[in-house]
């Protein structure tokens, strides 16, 4: 089993406490003030990539169901979709949308959804462990420590902003994994605050008193640096002590992945200087047994937050600087097991959405006629295409110095020219 990327770095927990939420900086020694000073002067980048993904191995072909090819029905007596129930894919006349993912097949009918049907790389790992780890570390060795995005952080990030990679889960993404530059987590959305577990009216006095602590005059460097570093830590929890407290202009779906995208979108509204966002889809895909039912609930929750997310940033004018990247470690096997659910597979599904999307398919779906050796459906593009096309046209940053042997993918569009 691969140790996950970003395992053993540094972690301080900066503000703790603060209305149920709290944030981690990784990967750096940064200090409070560092952390004031950084956010202050970080301009937040022109364009933001956010990477979703569905933990577990998402079934492909229910999410897009084959329901035109005739070996479908075949292969899934009680689990194929019904064409009659099903929603249009206008890219390949075989494929259907999941009638839960509605959602997502809205954005593809506007034009704002690139679909992989078959996307995966040679060799494929059934692993969750191993597969997941090559995804997050942008290459097929195992061993690497730093993620695709957190190499791509180290080269253009500020050493005193952590906000440029931000992991909305209550551990660090091992994708956002950094050599050099700091990155964030959070563990809940509810707001930024402190604490010090001693009652509101005693945490409130005391924080107030900081500020004055703060001004009095310092009579060696040392008391200068703790005069300044208290002063400080009073001014960062009034300002960031309203973050919690927002309305999206658009409804979200009332759970957690909802939650989570309402504030990225009203994060980055607020200028906060966020490069890369990580965080995982509703539910989780790994459908071994009774499948049908957990995952049309999963697809609908995570294809509804996307959704809404999308509108929350068209709403306020900021679509076009945000891309999101959807992504699984693998997909399922065509055949269904005896469980009513899917195994471990190979060639998955990933998407790249949003308004500055090309909004075509890459790669064909293979059909179900000619599986692999090991009968699982073939693959049809490389992931690591999907990341040099995503760090090159998106970002404008070199892929060769982030993806090994990035010379050999050749580049799907995958951004509006």
């Not at 703060?214 to 309203?242: F, I, V």
Request: glycine share 12%; net charge neutral.
């Amino acid at each position: 089993m691969p140790i996950p990327a970003g395992t053993g770095l540094s972690r301080r927990s900066l503000l703790l406490r603060g209305a149920g939420l709290a944030l981690a900086v990784y990967g750096s020694r940064l200090a409070l003030p560092a952390f004031d000073a950084g956010i202050a002067k970080a301009a937040q980048p022109d364009r933001i990539l956010v990477s979703i993904f569905l933990d577990g191995g998402l079934d492909a072909m229910s999410l897009l169901a084959p329901t035109g090819d005739p070996e479908y029905a075949r292969l899934r007596p009680k689990l194929a979709l019904r064409e009659s129930g099903t929603l249009p894919f206008s890219e390949d006349e075989r494929l259907r949308w999941n009638p839960a993912a509605e959602g997502i097949a809205r954005l593809h009918d506007e034009g704002k959804v690139s679909v992989f049907p078959a996307i995966s790389y040679s060799g494929p790992d059934q692993s969750h462990f191993t597969s997941r780890h090559f995804y997050e570390i942008g290459e097929v060795e195992v061993g690497s420590r730093t993620g695709w995005l957190g190499r791509y952080l180290d080269l253009v990030g500020d050493p005193d902003n952590p906000l440029q990679g931000l992991s909305m889960n209550r551990t660090l993404s091992p994708a956002l994994a950094t050599g050099t530059m700091p990155v964030a987590s959070l563990s809940g959305t509810e707001g930024f605050g402190m604490s010090a577990g001693l009652g509101e009216l005693v945490n409130t006095q005391l924080f107030d008193s900081f500020a004055r602590l703060g001004e009095l005059p310092a009579d060696s460097p040392g008391m200068s640096q703790l005069r300044t570093t208290t002063r400080r830590t009073a001014k960062l929890r009034t300002e960031l002590n309203g973050l919690g407290g927002f309305e999206s202009p658009v409804p979200y779906p009332q759970q957690m992945m909802g939650r989570r995208l309402a504030t990225l979108a009203d994060y980055i509204d607020r200028g906060l200087p966020i490069r890369v966002a990580t965080l995982s889809g509703s539910g989780g895909y790994d459908t071994h047994a009774s499948q049908a039912g957990t995952l049309t609930r999963n697809i609908q929750q995570t294809s509804d937050a996307i959704f809404a997310f999308q509108r929350d940033l068209e709403a306020r004018g900021l679509a076009d600087r945000v891309l999101v990247q959807v992504w699984s470690e693998f997909g399922r096997r065509p055949q269904e097991n005896a469980s009513g659910g899917t195994d471990h597979g190979a060639a998955g599904c990933a998407m790249v959405i949003g308004t500055q999307a090309a909004g075509r398919m890459i790669g064909e779906f293979p059909g179900l006629a000619r599986l692999d050796r090991l009968n699982n459906l073939r693959w049809t593009s490389d992931y690591r295409a999907m990341y040099c096309s995503l760090l090159e046209q998106w970002f404008g940053q070199d892929a060769a110095a982030i993806i090994p042997g990035a010379a050999s993918f050749a580049r799907p569009r995958l951004v509006k020219p």
